[in-house]
C-alpha cells in the first residue's frame, strides 16, 4: 500500500529504518556542535570499597542533554561518534574534563574514563593523555582507563604500545564488561590490566542462580592470584551487593550506591563521606 513517488517501493519502504536514520543523521550532525553548544556534561559514578563502604574512584560517564530530544544516552551517540571519528575530538574533551574535576578530589579517589578503540589508534594518543593530566595537574596514577575486549581484538601493536607507554608513566587500566566478550584471559595475560570489572549480566543473575555466583568467585579468584582488583558492575540490590562480596569482589558500582551525579555533587559525596560534615558548617 505504502507507495513512495507513485512508484511501486512498498516491499522495500520500512518507515521505521527511516526514521532511524534520519535520527542518526540528526545526532552525527548535532553532536558536532553540541560541546560548543555546552550540551554535554560529564557525570560521575562512585566505585565503592566493598568492605568499608568508602568510594574509591569515579567513573565518567558522558551525558548529552539535547535541547529538543531530551537526554540521550552515550549507547545510543557513542556508536554514531565512533562511525564519524567524531570521538576523538569528544573523548579527549572527556579525557580532559573527567581530569580537571578528578584533581579537586583527595589525592587517594581515581577517576575512571572510558576509551573508544578509535581513541587508541589515533596518532600520538598517549601523548594527548599525558597532556590533559599534565593541564589539570593530575597525577597519572589517579587515572585509569577503561577498555573492553574489543579493542583488543586485533592484537595490533598501536594498542600494546599505547598501554605499555601510559603504564609506564603511571596510568592505570581495566578490563571493562569482562565476560561478554572473547578469550580474555590472554588479554589478561598480554596487557597491564590492573583492575577487571566484571559485567552487569553476571550481577544480576547472582541471585537468581548459582551460575553467575561460581563465574564471578572464579573471576575473583584469579584476580587475586595475579594481584588484579575485581570490581561488581551494575549492583542494584543488597542481595546483589553481599552475593558478590562473598564471592570475592572487592570493589562494586552500582545504582544501589549512586547513579553517575555532577561534578559538584560527587565532590559532596566525597566531602561528606570525609569530613562528616556539621549541617552547620556546612551551611556556613
Ligand atoms: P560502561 O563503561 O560499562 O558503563 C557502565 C554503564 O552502566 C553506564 O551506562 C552506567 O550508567 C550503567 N550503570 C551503572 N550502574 C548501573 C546499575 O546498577 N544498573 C544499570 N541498569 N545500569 C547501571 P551509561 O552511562 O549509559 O553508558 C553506557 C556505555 O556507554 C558505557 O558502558 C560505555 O561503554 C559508554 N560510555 C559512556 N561514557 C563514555 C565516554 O565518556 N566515552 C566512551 N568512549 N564511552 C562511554
Ligand atoms: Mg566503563
Ligand atoms: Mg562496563
Ligand atoms: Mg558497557
Known amino acids: 500500500h505504502a507507495k513512495v513517488n507513485g512508484r511501486n517501493q512498498a516491499s522495500f519502504f520500512d518507515p521505521s529504518m527511516t526514521r532511524d536514520l534520519v535520527r542518526r543523521r540528526e545526532i552525527e550532525a548535532e553532536l558536532r556542535l553540541a560541546v560548543q553548544r555546552d550540551e554535554l556534561s560529564i557525570f560521575f559514578q562512585p566505585i565503592v570499597d566493598l568492605k568499608s563502604g568508602k568510594i574509591r574512584a569515579f567513573e565518567a560517564l558522558v551525558r548529552w542533554f539535547h535541547p529538543e530530544k531530551g537526554e540521550l544516552r552515550p549507547d545510543e551517540f557513542i556508536p554514531v561518534a565512533e562511525e564519524t571519528g567524531a570521538i576523538i575530538t569528544l573523548g ?15 589525592d587517594d579517589v581515581t577517576v575512571a574514563v572510558n576509551l573508544s578503540p578509535l581513541q587508541i589508534k589515533a596518532p600520538g594518543a598517549a601523548l594527548g593523555i599525558l597532556n590533559a593530566l599534565r593541564e589539570a595537574r593530575l597525577p597519572p596514577h589517579r587515572l585509569e582507563l577503561e577498555i573492553t575486549e574489543t579493542v583488543l581484538l586485533d592484537h595490533s601493536k598501536q594498542t600494546e604500545d599505547f598501554m605499555a607507554e601510559l603504564s609506564a608513566a603511571g596510568v592505570r587500566f581495566a578490563l571493562d564488561d569482562f565476560g561478554t566478550g572473547y578469550s580474555s584471559l590472554s588479554y589478561i595475560n598480554k596487557y597491564p590490566f590492573g583492575k577487571i570489572k566484571v559485567d552487569r549480566s553476571f550481577v544480576s543473575g547472582v541471585n537468581a542462580g548459582k551460575k553467575s555466583e561460581a563465574i564471578i568467585r572464579a573471576v575473583s579468584e584469579m584476580a587475586l592470584t595475579l594481584d588484579m582488583q575485581i570490581v561488581a558492575e551494575g549492583l542494584e540490590t543488597i542481595e546483589q551487593v553481599d552475593a558478590v562480596r562473598k564471592a570475592g569482589c572487592t570493589l562494586g558500582q552500582g545504582y544501589y550506591f549512586s547513579r553517575a551525579v555532577p561534578d559538584y555533587l560527587a565532590g559532596m559525596l566525597l566531602a561528606q563521606e570525609r569530613e562528616k560534615l556539621n549541617p552547620m558548617q556546612a551551611i556556613g
Open 92 to 106: 579527549n574533551w572527556i579525557t580532559a574534563q573527567a581530569a580537571r574535576a578528578a584533581a579537586q578530589w583527595p
